[in-house]
């Protein structure tokens, strides 16, 4: 059914061949469209291959089956290509955005970038999204005429999901929005409440797994509670994992059919000419109904209260914050103590903008590292026992 309609796009998508273009101009791909390019490049990338080994929630250490941000993210292109597949918008734009939207996350999760954003205060702060853009911009080496990864500027738009004012002034055109109160694309958007879907329904997933909270626990949560009546309705004997899956599956359904719905609604509603018009309207065109937004939202405050404050969550953030605070501050006394390559990066950056260009190329360097890296190195550092 309406296979047709499936690849006709939009008007008011992103379409390839109105891209605002690169910041270094390349000739054309061949058998690609420049968003499979940006999407090929990001897959490509180191920066992508470490999020294998960085903490969603649960640090690498503690079991081989929780999410990573690897698989969070591979789980957000999922979610986010059903959702623009289904409004006719661009898929391969929507899949770049998601794969590359937490590159410029630090090791151990929310904890780490915590931490490095208390260490950078005094130098202008870490955040981890404009350590996404910052990183396809400038961070990867991998092109013989360029820094970064030369991703398109639709591409870019979507990774720059939130920015403070004062940063939106130096970054140029992907900035302006922040200073206009903008929108971005509707791919974008659709990649930007994916992550909240994928993450509020994996995270309640894991913290089952982890055994932080029981399912009679979990049913305190009304959107769980709705599904897992009408599972046990239909299969009264289903229990263990089958049963969680079952309900977290439908979970993920509901959402997004609500989100399709919704959004096709206020599209039609709005009726933008183009993606520009979308950018310009008042507000986000993708969302979920007034109900599952509340529901979406009571979510979210179950799992901070039963599942990111758990004090075995805690413990380990706890740890996270030390190993990171404890590099940053002799990473920046002594930046001969880390690897030519960014003791190089150090010297240019502070030549250019002083300590504040030392503390970033130190922040680049511990925003790269993996968890286990982390650990490892904090171990070369300040074990006498261990080989430096
Ligand atoms: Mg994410």
Redesign the pocket.
Known sequence: MKLNAYMQLAHYAAHDEHSRGRRYQENKPAYRSEFQRDRDRIVHSTGFRRLMYKT?VFVNQEGDLYRT?LT??LE?AQIARTIARALNLNETLTEAICLA??LG?TPFGHAGQDALNECMREYGGFEHNLQSLRIVDELEERYAEFNGLNLSFETREGILKHCSLKNARLLGDVGERFIKREQPSLEAQVANLA??I??NNHDLDDGLRAGLISLEDAKESPVFNAQYISVMQKYPTLSGRRLVSEVIRRMIDQVVTDMVDTSRQAIAQAAPESIDAVRQADKPLIQLSAEMQEQHIALKRFLRERVYRHYRVLRMTNKAHQVVESLFTKFMQAPELMPPEHQQAATRLQQELGDAGRARAVADYIAGMTDRYAVLEHERIFDPAKRS
Do not use: L
């Open positions: 969603q941000r969070h993210s957000v939207h937490d996350h992550d909240e994928a993450y």
